[in-house]
C-alpha cells in the first residue's frame, strides 16, 4: 500500500505535476541532504507553485514517504526485468538447497525427482536469481538521483532543528508561511504525516537510520515481502514461513552491509559488495529450492 496522498492525481496533468515534484525531491535530497531539504525549494526546482505541494503531501517527510514508496515500486519493476531475462535452469539441473541423490521428500510426505523439470520455464537458479534482486538495488543505488538517502525509507535526521538552505529559506517558513512543523492546513508533525486521519509521526530516529513512517515500522520487511513475491515464480515454490524468514535476514543484512561499503566508496566498495553476494548466495540460495530441500 502507498503512502496516504491528501489529494490522489486523478488527471494526467495532476499524475505528471506530482512526478515532478518527486524528481525534485529526489535531486535535491542529493544537493542539500534531508536537513535542509524544503518544500519551497522542491516547489522551485519543480516549476510548480508552492500550493501544489501542499496539495499533495502536508510536509516534506510525507513527500520523502512518497518518494521512497516509487523507489520500491521502481525497484520491484527492475526486478522483475532482471527475473524475465534469466535462463531457465537444466531440467536434469539438482533442485537447490538438494543433495546429489536425495528424494526431494517435502514436509508433506511427497516426494520429488530430484530435478527442476515441471517448474515453471524449468525453475530458474538460485544464484542468478539472487543476484538479479542484488544488482537491481546495486544500479539503483549508483545511478538514481536521491536514492543513496532516501531508498525505501525517511531517514532519520542528525539534528531536531531544520537548517537555512542556500537561498536564505527554510523549513520553517516557506513560500505560504506555512512549515514543515506546521503546514498550509495548521497540522503539524506531531498532529499527522499530510495531517491524515491524525496519525502520529515517529520521534526523529539516529543519525542514518530510517525513519518508519508509523511508530513500530520499518520499511524492510515490506521490501523483503515484494522480493519473496517477485522470486517465487522464477523459482517454481511458494511464498512460505522459511522463504519469508530467509528473506528477511538477508535484506536486513544487505542493507547493513551495503550501508557500510557505499560509506566506503560512493559507488559501493567493490570487495565489500563481493562479500555481501558470497553472503547471500551461502545463506540464501540453499532456500530457494522447493520446500523439501536442505536447509
Not at 539438482?94 to 546429489?100: E, L, M
Not at 566506503?264 to 553472503?279: I, K, N, Q, Y
Amino acid at each position: 500500500m502507498g503512502p496516504a496522498l491528501r489529494r490522489a492525481p486523478v488527471q494526467r496533468r495532476s499524475a505528471e505535476r506530482l512526478t515532478r515534484i518527486l524528481d525534485a525531491c529526489a535531486e535535491l535530497l542529493d544537493e542539500t541532504g534531508y536537513e535542509r531539504l524544503s518544500t519551497r525549494a522542491v516547489a522551485a526546482r519543480a516549476g510548480v507553485p508552492i500550493g501544489s505541494v501542499y496539495r499533495f503531501f502536508g510536509n516534506k517527510r510525507a513527500m520523502v514517504a512518497a518518494l521512497a514508496h516509487r523507489n520500491l515500486d521502481h525497484y520491484a519493476a527492475r526486478v522483475a526485468a532482471g527475473l524475465a531475462a534469466l535462463p531457465a535452469a537444466p531440467a536434469d539441473a539438482p533442485v537447490v538447497g538438494q543433495a546429489d541423490g536425495a528424494s526431494g521428500e517435502g514436509a508433506s510426505g511427497g516426494s520429488g525427482s530430484g530435478s527442476n523439470e515441471g517448474l515453471p520455464n524449468d525453475g530458474a537458479d538460485a544464484a542468478q536469481v539472487i543476484d538479479a534482486v542484488l544488482d537491481a538495488y546495486l544500479a539503483m543505488k549508483r545511478t538514481v538521483p536521491g536514492f543513496g538517502l532516501v531508498d525505501f525509507g525517511v531517514p532519520g535526521p542528525c539534528a531536531l532543528a531544520d537548517a537555512t538552505d542556500a537561498t536564505g529559506a527554510t523549513d520553517a517558513t516557506d513560500a505560504t508561511g506555512a512549515t514543515d512543523a506546521t503546514d498550509a492546513t495548521g497540522a503539524t508533525d506531531a498532529g499527522g504525516v499530510g495531517g491524515a486521519e491524525g496519525v502520529p509521526d515517529v520521534a526523529d530516529a539516529p543519525c542514518g537510520q530510517v525513519e518508519p513512517e508509523l511508530p513500530g515500522e520499518s520499511p524492510n520487511p515490506l521490501v523483503a515481502a515484494r522480493i519473496c513475491g517477485l522470486i517465487a515464480g522464477p523459482l517454481g515454490r511458494p511464498v512460505d514461513d522459511t522463504l519469508r524468514r530467509k528473506v528477511l535476514v538477508c535484506v536486513e543484512a544487505t542493507d547493513a552491509l551495503l550501508r557500510l561499503a557505499f560509506r566506503a566508496d560512493p559507488s559501493g566498495d567493490p570487495e565489500l559488495v563481493a562479500e555481501t553476494r558470497a553472503l547471500l548466495h551461502a545463506y540464501l540460495a540453499p532456500a530457494l529450492g522447493r520446500p523439501g530441500g536442505a536447509r
